[in-house]
């Protein structure tokens, strides 16, 4: 699987609000996956499947989704220092080629209903469209 920065796009329909580590394969994929996400942003899998990838303001831990300043997940969990919105063909794209299916209890699937691109607020914390997480 290539990994390459791309320019920012638009998402919409369903999206994984998760930690990259508990989809990616364990493979060299990751480590230039981590080599890429020194500042947010985002991008491709082998040229067609893009993701958003920022690391968390401090680290490890479980981090609150909010809906329009309301709760929508109380526990999206972070083991390696990220967080990553990954479109439903991404992850399907994933699932295919070794990704690893995400413990539902850390991880959060969202409708994005308008079409949007993910906007970093300050470090470790963006929005996407009407949701928000903030880390710091």
């Known amino acids: ?3 390459k920065r791309c ?6 329909g369903e999206v ?3 930690d990259p580590g508990y989809v990616f394969p ?3 994929d990751w480590k230039v ?3 890429l996400i020194k500042k947010p942003g985002y991008l491709k899998l082998d040229d067609n499947y893009p993701v958003f990838v920022c690391n968390t303001a401090y680290g490890d831990g479980r981090f609150v989704l909010r809906k329009n300043n ?3 997940s109380d526990s999206i969990g972070v083991d390696s220092g990220m967080l990553s919105v990954i479109p439903k063909k991404t992850y399907d794209h994933l699932m295919k080629n070794g990704g690893f299916e995400p413990n539902p209890l850390v991880v959060k699937w969202i409708n994005i ?4 691109k993910v906007e970093v607020i300050r470090r470790g914390d963006w929005k996407l469209a009407e949701y928000i997480v903030i880390t710091s």
């Open 7 to 12: 320019k920012p796009v638009k998402f919409s």
């Open 1 to 3: 699987m290539t990994i």
């Open 26 to 28: 364990d493979t060299s």
């Open 33 to 35: 996956l981590c080599r």
């Open 70 to 72: 309301k709760i929508a």
């Open 16 to 18: 994984l609000v998760t």
């Open 113 to 116: 209903k308008r079409p949007a």
